[in-house]
Every structure is written in structure tokens, then in C-alpha cells.
């Protein structure tokens, strides 16, 4: 079974600090998505990566940086967390190539909560 | 840029009853995919159906089927003989099938609750 894992479920920070969300892959996907979840607002792109070092912005990328190192890792930083960015964020990962019909894994997601 | 869009916040049928949900997406591309995804309390998200817009006939997966309108720009899903274990938000998603690495966009989602 193919597994995203986002390591951290539940986290409390303090406005102005700054936040690490990681995910893991294990079935060497290309493709690695960042969204955030919202009521009323569905899942919105903050930034997804193709392939490692690549990264392009989603809908909704201020406030936010990522990393990709390695392939089966991809980070997503809040520089300077403030209360507009409690949400839950969610991880996802497919296989590039043409076909872009591939199946999409999601993580179980991370509540953030910014006070 | 695509967008999708799901204009019923919430939805409601009776146990055993069928209930349709309704998406609409804009997009300038020929080629492309669209899914349903399921999201239970546990905020696992779950693909329920995916719909080839290459494919004139409508995908099916068991009591779940789609109605792809490709010129309409529609893509409802129908749920018939609704189960209590049904009741979840539901996501319509859209995906370019001409880019590899192009990006999944999702409506706002719709509440649907099953009344026993």
C-alpha cells in the first residue's frame, strides 16, 4: 500500500514562529502537492514539486516556502506562522509522466492551530 | 486557470435513497481528468470516481456513477441506495491530462448527510 505520511497531526505555535510540516512518501512519486483545507473553501494549492529541487506556486503561496531534497520528502515552511494561517494542511503524491490520471494519495492531514 | 466549482454546501437523502451532486468546472483544454474524492470524519480522503474527458461514457463504480456533460462543463455524481456510511464531504477535482506534473484543483465540496 502506498503511504503518505505527514508526521505531525496535531500542532500548537506561537504567531511569528516559525513551522516545519513534513510528508513522506514511500512509492517514489514525482508528484507532491501541498493544500490547506478550509470551511466553505475547500482544498487550496499552496505549492506542488515535479520532480526534486523543482517547485512551482499554487493559488495561494504567500506565507509559505517548501523544500524538496530528496524525492520522497517535501516540506512545507511557514517562515513567520500568524493566526490567518491555522488550517489543516494536507499532503499528496503521484506518479509523474504522462499519464495524468494516476491515482492521488492524500496524508491523514496536520491541524495546525497558530495563537 | 481552471477552476471548479461545487454550488451545494451541503446535502441530505434518506437511507436508501438516491442524491446527485453537482460540479461545474471552466477550462480551455480538450484533455483532461475529473474525480470525485470522498472525505470521512477521519479526513482521509478517498477517491470515489474518475471520468476521462476523452470518454464519452459515463464512469460507474458500483452504487456511484458520474453524468459528464463535456460542453455544459458538468460533472455531477449520483449516489443510489444511499448507506449511512456514505455520509462524508464530497470533492470534485480537475486535473490537465497535458501536463505531467499539472496541478489537482478542487471545488469548495458538499456535506452530504444520510438520515436513516
Known amino acids: 500500500d502506498v503511504k503518505v505520511t505527514q508526521s505531525s497531526r496535531y500542532l500548537v505555535k506561537r504567531t511569528g514562529e516559525k513551522v516545519f510540516l513534513e510528508c513522506v512518501q514511500d512509492?517514489?512519486?514525482?508528484?507532491m502537492f501541498w493544500y490547506r483545507q478550509d470551511p466553505g473553501l475547500g482544498l487550496r494549492l499552496i505549492y506542488f514539486s515535479y520532480d526534486v529541487k523543482m517547485k512551482e506556486k499554487g493559488d495561494i503561496p504567500e506565507g509559505y516556502s517548501v523544500s524538496r531534497e530528496k524525492k520522497e520528502r517535501f516540506s512545507l515552511i511557514l517562515e513567520s506562522a500568524s493566526t490567518n494561517q491555522t488550517s489543516m494542511y494536507l499532503c499528496a503524491s503521484t506518479r509523474g509522466g504522462a499519464y495524468s490520471g494516476n491515482t492521488i494519495y492524500f496524508g491523514e492531514g496536520s491541524w495546525l492551530t497558530v495563537v | 486557470a481552471q477552476t471548479v466549482t461545487q454550488s451545494q454546501p451541503e446535502m441530505s437523502v434518506q437511507e436508501a435513497e438516491t442524491v446527485t451532486l453537482s460540479c461545474t468546472y471552466d477550462?480551455?483544454?480538450?484533455?483532461?481528468?475529473l474525480f470525485w474524492y470522498k472525505q470521512p470524519p477521519s479526513r482521509q480522503m478517498i477517491l470515489v470516481i474518475r471520468?476521462?474527458?476523452?470518454?464519452?461514457q459515463n464512469a460507474t463504480e458500483n452504487r456511484f456513477s458520474v453524468n459528464f456533460q463535456k460542453a455544459a462543463k458538468s460533472f455531477s455524481l449520483k449516489i443510489s441506495d444511499s448507506q449511512l456510511g456514505d455520509a462524508a464531504m464530497y470533492f470534485c477535482?480537475?486535473?490537465?491530462?497535458?501536463?505531467?506534473?499539472?496541478?489537482?484543483?478542487f471545488g469548495e465540496g458538499t456535506q452530504l448527510t444520510v438520515n436513516p
Open positions: 477550462t480551455s483544454e480538450s484533455d483532461y481528468y
Open positions: 477535482a480537475y486535473r490537465s491530462a497535458t501536463t505531467s506534473g499539472s496541478r489537482l484543483t
Open positions: 471520468q476521462e474527458a476523452y470518454k464519452q
Open positions: 512509492m517514489d512519486h514525482e508528484n
